[in-house]
């Protein structure tokens, strides 16, 4: 596996366990919603659509990446540059989805306490809030940040020139997530 493969993959799974454990925490303290389930189908309905969006988006920029040389030493470069500031603060995904999972399955027992389903929310809140605060600590860093907004201009750029309907599809995602909010 590529750094670009294993950068991008740590960094998917911190954030889809954050949101599992978060999930999972919620689902603990919810009673009956308010919700409807129009308005339930609705936001799923959507939610799906947006995957769809994504999934083509994502294989555009594949796509792009695999023709453009040049802004894939681009991507590589920033890529490099964010895994040194991130080791620098001591970012570290695998540690936090580790301790996440560790949580999760003490939440699913079946022995688990309110008390100590608590505890664990607190204790997987504290870890989240430490991740967070590194990675502010890299986003924060305008150097970096330069090379990436660099990056992504010029991966919009060039996803446009090799897919025309790189522009219609970013448009639909963004009306898509403005729904869900």
């Known amino acids: 596996m590529t750094d670009s493969h294993t950068f991008t993959a740590r960094f998917i799974k911190s954030i889809c366990t954050a949101l599992l454990i978060a999930a999972s925490a919620i689902s603990l303290q919810a009673t009956a919603s308010p919700v409807s389930t129009d308005s339930y189908t609705e936001q799923q309905r959507i939610a799906n ?7 083509e ?3 555009i920029k594949q796509e792009t990446l695999q023709a453009n040389p040049k802004l894939r030493q681009q991507q590589l470069e920033f ?5 040194a500031k991130a080791e620098q603060v001591g970012y570290d995904p695998d540690a ?3 301790k996440a999972k560790e949580i999760q399955d003490e939440l699913r027992a079946a022995g688990t306490t309110q008390e100590q389903q608590a505890k664990l929310i607190k204790e997987f809140s504290h870890a989240k809030s430490v991740l967070a605060k590194q990675r502010e600590t890299i986003m924060s860093d305008e150097a970096l940040m330069d090379k990436e907004e660099d990056l992504r201009k010029a991966t919009y750029i060039a996803m446009t020139k090799h897919d025309p309907k790189t522009k219609e599809l970013f448009g639909n995602l963004d009306q898509l997530l403005k729904q869900m909010q």
């Open 79 to 83: 890529e490099k540059a964010f895994e």
């Open 57 to 59: 988006l994502a294989a």
């Open 96 to 98: 936090f989805m580790a």
């Open 49 to 55: 659509k947006v995957g769809v969006i994504q999934q």
